[in-house]
């Protein structure tokens, strides 16, 4: 309960911050290069030389505005809040594949309605950081996100074929990483699975109830 609860804090924290990164750095960046542009045409006809200084200082302005959203969404991802699970996690797949040039596909077999969304930033978080691990260590060239139902309980795999590694160096080598995902499962009160086969790939797999289950009364 306290683990939770101090993930439910952290991702508020994580939240304002994506905001306030977002909207107050953003449009303070953004005002720079309208004014900046504004000075441009006002006496960059009359000075070449000031007029490319003035365009590569914009430039610096736009990478600058690009990296302040990279670092708010990756604090929190906007869409996750404004339009859910599913379309944060086909977000999420597209970006990963920009990002690694791995090929990501994603298969949704389920409506988003069915899933408690108060258990959308666990299963969310649990993705991000199986594809970074994929990024990091598999040498994958395809990865498959597949989201299903069965009975009353969501079934989230995230499989690859990379070069995948024995199961029982799993135990040994477990990380930080393996150890949150596995705490972000147990308070969805689901499991986390991992099976990896040499040079054939590795599957993670997640299982959660679909709604949360209140405890009763005694």
């Not at 972000?184 to 797999?205: C, D, F, H, Q, Y």
Request: aromatic share 6%.
């Amino acid at each position: 309960m306290l683990s939770s609860y101090l993930q439910t804090i952290r991702e508020e924290e994580r939240k304002h911050i994506a905001r306030e990164i977002h909207d107050e750095l953003g449009q303070q960046l953004t005002g720079l290069k309208m004014d900046l542009a504004f000075i441009n045409r006002k006496f960059g006809e009359a000075n070449s030389e000031f007029s490319d200084k003035l365009t590569e200082m914009m430039k610096l302005v736009d990478g600058s505005i690009r990296t302040i959203r990279q670092i708010s969404s990756d604090l929190r991802p906007g869409i996750l809040d404004d339009l859910g699970l599913i379309p944060a996690i086909e977000w999420q797949g597209s970006e990963f594949e920009k990002r690694t040039n791995i090929k990501c596909h994603f298969l949704n077999k389920i409506n988003e309605s069915n899933i408690d969304e108060s258990f959308a930033t666990g299963v969310f978080r649990i993705l991000q950081e199986s594809l970074t691990n994929i990024s990091r260590h598999s040498g994958a060239s395809n990865v498959v996100v597949e989201i299903d139902q069965v009975e009353n309980s969501i079934v989230l795999k995230i499989s690859d074929n990379g070069k995948g590694f024995i199961q029982d160096k799993l135990a040994v080598n477990t990380t930080f990483g393996l150890v949150g995902m596995e705490e972000r499962a147990a308070m969805l009160n689901g499991a986390l699975t991992i099976v990896s086969t040499p040079e054939i790939g590795t599957e993670v797999k997640l299982i959660f109830p679909a709604k949360k289950v209140e405890l009763e009364k005694v």
